[in-house]
């Protein structure tokens, strides 16, 4: 069974860092795109960044582009480095893989199989 564990989160003041990390385990298929997604309460959960293993293509909210940043290693681990935060950041922050053998496309929440339990990430004003 394909598993994502996410860590990373906490509390940061406004302006600062983190860096969210998702440990994806047991995706034995070789094409993989992997997600950062995030929700507030009551609201819907929101597409942040993807990444494909393939060639390293990535993709964005636009609104977000620019203070976070999605990468991987060579192994199993996909970040989320976000910069700049704001309180409006606040949320829980998920990572998603999509379903095997298709590709990567963005961040649309309908095209992902694969969920974790999320990380808090809280930013104080």
């Known amino acids: 069974q394909v598993q994502l564990v996410e860590s990373g989160g906490g509390s940061v003041e406004a302006g600062g860092s983190l860096r969210l990390s998702c440990v994806v385990h047991k995706y034995t298929y070789g094409r993989k795109c992997v997600g950062w997604f995030r929700q507030v309460p009551e609201e819907g959960r929101e597409g942040v960044a993807a990444i494909s293993n393939v060639d390293n293509s990535t993709y964005y909210n636009e609104s977000l582009k620019g203070r976070f940043t999605i990468s991987q290693d060579n192994e199993n681990t996909v970040y989320l480095q976000m910069n700049s935060l704001k309180p409006e950041d606040t949320a829980m922050y998920y990572c998603?893989?999509?379903?095997?053998?298709?590709?990567?496309?963005?961040?649309?929440?309908?095209?992902?199989?694969?969920w974790g339990q999320g990380t808090q990430v809280t930013v104080s004003s």
């Open positions: 998603a893989a999509r379903a095997p053998y298709t590709y990567c496309t963005g961040v649309d929440r309908a095209h992902y199989k694969y």
